[in-house]
């Protein structure tokens, strides 16, 4: 009788959390729209809040998103032939429920572009609510005027990024120094100084990556005074950065009065150079985590140099290479006594007592 009762929609609160449970599961949603309308209500949002995730040929999806255009812009389709396909009407008014959003990133045909572009029209004319919305250039010679439009609907309707969008992601792959052609320099800068105006809306900036060879960009960001998070920035990630590249890193971190957390992943060049910059900090550094590259050559007496200054904070250690260095080992043991997640391979069984750490199948874990 129950189970009855909750197929014909009489527990709203227990279908939702039914149909969340099966959220990953999109054959499974699909059949349960199938059941009825309450249902249905209850799994429209879970399928069409990051439609854009799914690795499909099919964007049929998209048609229904562009029936919210005005007549003004839907004459911009017309040059595809598509304007007709759009539909007249549509059960759910589905670009509420969008709640991620990744806008095209790559070499991509003009409609594709265009209609990415309108999206962001739509998005911001019925102010809608996103969680999360993450654009990523991945290198300057892949820039196209089509980034340039989006940046600058988002900066001519600021209240969209302020008060619309949970969570703004950013990312540009690599910076001006990779190239030397003024053409690229040109659009370098004119990237930067838009990305820097949509940070800047950001009152509340609290984590920020740096990729790649990202830093220089975003080292004038941490610098200025016209974008101030030293309030508000509470983490750091370094990612498969050339740390050899970083430079007045002591500037940077000495303004940073709420940072709990720096991530360092997978980087190269942990050597004297970057290090050195950290033991001149004033404040502590950090580190929370430290994935060190396989095909890094460790340099023992700077890695003891870190770990005396930061060791304490470190909560996640790796690096698997085989038949690593005993030493390593006994800085662990020595300086690291708050890990909690510890990857190392070895081909010798050891026991680090001090933090309670076994070797387990060729890895020390934390048990």
């Known amino acids: 009788m129950s189970c009855s009762k909750v197929f014909s929609g009489n527990f709203p609160e227990l279908i939702y959390n039914i149909t969340k449970y099966f959220q990953n599961d999109i054959s499974t949603l699909h059949s349960c729209i199938l059941v009825n309308r309450e249902w249905c209500r209850s799994v429209i949002p879970l399928l069409w809040e990051n439609p854009f995730s799914t690795r499909t040929k099919n964007y049929n999806?998209?048609?229904?998103?562009?029936?919210?255009?005005?007549?003004?812009?839907?004459?911009?389709?017309?040059?595809?032939?598509?304007?007709?396909?759009?539909p007249s009407n549509t059960l759910f008014n589905y670009i509420y429920v969008l709640r991620i959003l990744k806008p095209i990133n790559r070499n991509e045909s003009g409609l594709r572009k265009l209609i990415q572009t309108l999206l962001f029209k739509i998005l911001?004319?019925?102010?809608?609510?996103?969680?999360?919305?993450?654009?990523?250039?991945?290198?300057?010679?892949?820039y196209k005027s089509y980034y340039y439009d989006i940046f600058e609907i988002i900066l001519q309707n600021p209240n969209f990024i302020i008060n619309n969008v949970r969570n703004l992601n950013l990312s540009i792959g690599v910076s001006s120094s990779r190239y030397s052609n003024r053409n690229n320099s040109d659009k370098y800068m004119l990237i930067k100084d838009l990305l820097l105006q949509i940070i800047n809306l950001r009152s509340n900036l609290k984590t920020i990556t740096f990729r790649t060879e990202s830093f220089p960009l975003y080292k004038s960001l941490l610098l200025s005074k016209d974008y101030n998070c030293s309030n508000t920035l509470n983490t750091i990630i370094f990612f498969r950065v050339n740390l050899n590249s970083i430079t007045n890193l002591?500037?940077?971190f000495e303004q940073l009065n709420v940072l709990k957390s720096v991530h360092i992943?997978?980087?190269c060049s942990l050597k004297s150079s970057f290090i050195q910059q950290i033991i001149n900090l004033t404040k502590p550094f950090l580190l929370k985590t430290l994935f060190i590259e396989k095909s890094e050559i460790l340099q023992i007496n700077s890695l003891e140099l870190l770990l005396q200054k930061s060791?304490?904070?470190?909560?996640?250690?790796?690096?698997?290479k085989f038949d690593i260095n005993q030493q390593l080992i006994e800085l662990i043991e020595r300086y690291c006594g708050n890990i909690k997640n510890l990857y190392l391979y070895t081909s010798r069984y050891h026991i680090i007592s001090s933090s309670k750490t076994s070797l387990h199948d060729g890895t020390i874990r934390r048990v």
């Open 61 to 86: 999806f998209i048609k229904f998103y562009l029936q919210n255009l005005d007549d003004d812009l839907k004459k911009k389709l017309n040059i595809y032939n598509i304007d007709k396909l759009l």
């Open 124 to 142: 911001i004319g019925n102010e809608v609510n996103l969680h999360t919305l993450d654009i990523v250039i991945f290198s300057i010679s892949n």
């Open 250 to 252: 002591d500037k940077v």
């Open 265 to 267: 992943i997978y980087c």
């Open 311 to 320: 060791g304490v904070y470190l909560e996640s250690f790796e690096y698997l």
